[in-house]
Structures are given as structure tokens and as C-alpha cells.
Nanobody
Framework: QVQLVESGGGLVQPGGSLRLSCAGSGFGFSNYAMSWYRQAPGKERELVAVITSAGGTTNYADSVKGRCTISRDNAKNTVYLQLNSLKPEDTAVYYC???????????WGQGTQVTVSS
């Protein structure tokens, strides 16, 4: 059974930091590019960051560039998203996505809420 389980979300003050984790199971994690997406209320889901299967390449949305780091540990089947200097506009549900490097197979996690508010 394929699972992607996000954790680490919560309420944080502006300027604060959070580290999100996404643990995968039931599939060949090291053969999947991993991404973080987010969806704010009333808005479409948007890509935040992506990391290739071996972790050699990362890309970020302009809105988080310089404040965000995606990383992965293939030995632990886990991808991370470090969010710094958080802003109220970062408030959203953050989703983890796994995309098979050799085809169209893709999996989603259930999401974790991040709320940035004073």
C-alpha cells in the first residue's frame, strides 16, 4: 500500500521557521522525484519545490526562493521542506508529491496545514 505521510505543520509567527517532513512507503522512493505543493484557501494548488530522485537538482518557486530548502534522505524514504522567514502569505496546506522518474505514476500525501499568523 502506497503512503505519503506529511508532518511538521502548525501555527508559527511571521519570521519563524518550520520543517516539514514527508515519509513514503510502499513504493521505490529512490526512483521518484519528490515535490512539495501548497494550496491556500480559494487558490489553486501551486508547486513550491522539487528535488530529483538522487537529490542532485532542486528547483523552487519564485515566491519561496531564498527562504526554502528541499532535501531528501533516500535511506529513510523521507523528503523535507525547510521554511524560513515565514510570511502570512505562506499559509496553506502543504502537500507532498512523488513522481516516478520513468513514467507518469504519481502519488500524493494528505497534506499538512501551515498557518503563519501573529
Amino acid at each position: 500500500q502506497v503512503q505519503l505521510v506529511e508532518s511538521g505543520g502548525g501555527l508559527v509567527q511571521p519570521g519563524g521557521s518550520l520543517r516539514l517532513s514527508c515519509a513514503g512507503s510502499g513504493f521505490g522512493f529512490s526512483n521518484y522525484a519528490m515535490s512539495w505543493y501548497r494550496q491556500a484557501p480559494g487558490k489553486e494548488r501551486e508547486l513550491v519545490a522539487v528535488i530529483t530522485s538522487a537529490g542532485g537538482t532542486t528547483n523552487y518557486a519564485d515566491s519561496v526562493k531564498g527562504r526554502c530548502t528541499i532535501s531528501r534522505d533516500n535511506a529513510k524514504n523521507t523528503v523535507y521542506l525547510q521554511l524560513n522567514s515565514l510570511k502570512p502569505e505562506d499559509t496553506a496546506v502543504y502537500y507532498c508529491n512523488a513522481k516516478f522518474r520513468y513514467g507518469a505514476l504519481s502519488y500524493w500525501g494528505q497534506g499538512t496545514q501551515v498557518t503563519v499568523s501573529s
